[in-house]
């Protein structure tokens, strides 16, 4: 089945620095991807979705790359700020069925 | 909004236990999904449903039952509780419509954490 490998599990950044978050999946089938933000004691909300057609996607300080060729998701961050302090999950789900597979989760804290 | 709600939002039980984790969704979905989330191993699917009276296996299912009596309620049983399986559980719903058109995607429910001494 699947496998969804992300990196890094724990990352720490300055406000107003980058940030990215990688995720490297299995199945060459696979043909939507998300990003889940959960923040401290809270339940998980979608961030962004992107779709095998489309390789970038862009809102809420964020941009989603898509390589389909190296079967990798990331998600960047351009200019952190404390408010995005959380964990980020990615998800990925082939083009059959319903069941989505996650992401091991990366923990993001914005130093002031 | 989205509205699923989980019950209870906390609960202890030994080893041995019997346990039923409760969820409702009120958005006419026809999905619904059991995840428990450790640290490390992010959300692992445990149960999945199509609709009442359906079941689908997910990745981690052993030690669980599940069982979907509604469009809306979907349950999750241990029956024989187990210490590893002390952890945070996501009920979840979706629509079936998963195309690129679509605004379909998971609604979480808040979460129930169970602890098993």
């Known amino acids: 089945g699947e496998q969804v490998e992300q990196r890094p599990p724990h990352l720490s950044v300055r406000e107003g620095d980058s940030a990215v978050i990688t995720c490297t999946y299995t199945?060459?089938?696979?043909?939507?991807f998300f990003w889940y933000k959960q923040e401290p004691g809270a339940s998980l909300q979608l961030l962004m979705k992107?779709?095998?057609?489309?390789e970038i996607n862009e809102g809420q300080g964020f941009t989603v790359l898509l390589n389909k060729k190296d079967k990798r998701l990331s998600l960047n961050l351009t200019a952190a700020h404390p408010g995005d302090s959380a964990a980020y999950f990615c998800?990925?789900?082939?083009?059959?069925?319903?069941?989505?597979?996650f992401g091991g989760g990366t923990r993001l804290t914005v130093r002031p | 909004e989205a509205a699923v709600t989980q019950s209870p939002r906390n609960k202890v039980t030994v080893t041995g236990g019997n346990v039923t984790l409760s969820c409702r969704q009120t958005?006419?979905?026809?999905?619904m999904y059991w995840y428990r989330q450790d640290t490390g191993h992010g959300l692992r699917l445990i149960h999945y449903?199509?609709?009442?009276?359906?079941?689908q296996i997910g990745d981690v299912p052993d030690g669980y039952k599940a069982t979907r009596t509604t469009q809306e309620d979907f349950f999750l049983l241990l029956e024989l509780a187990s210490p590893s399986q002390t952890s945070l559980y996501f009920c979840?719903?979706?629509?079936?419509?998963?195309?690129?058109?679509?605004?379909?995607?998971?609604?979480f429910g808040a979460g129930t954490r169970l602890s098993v001494l």
């Open positions: 979840a719903s979706s629509d079936r419509d998963w195309g690129a058109a679509s605004q379909n995607t998971l609604y």
């Open positions: 199945d060459p089938n696979s043909y939507y």
């Open positions: 992107v779709f095998s057609s489309t």
């Open positions: 998800a990925v789900k082939n083009n059959a069925g319903a069941k989505l597979t």
């Open positions: 958005n006419s979905h026809n999905y």
């Open positions: 449903s199509y609709g009442a009276g359906n079941l």
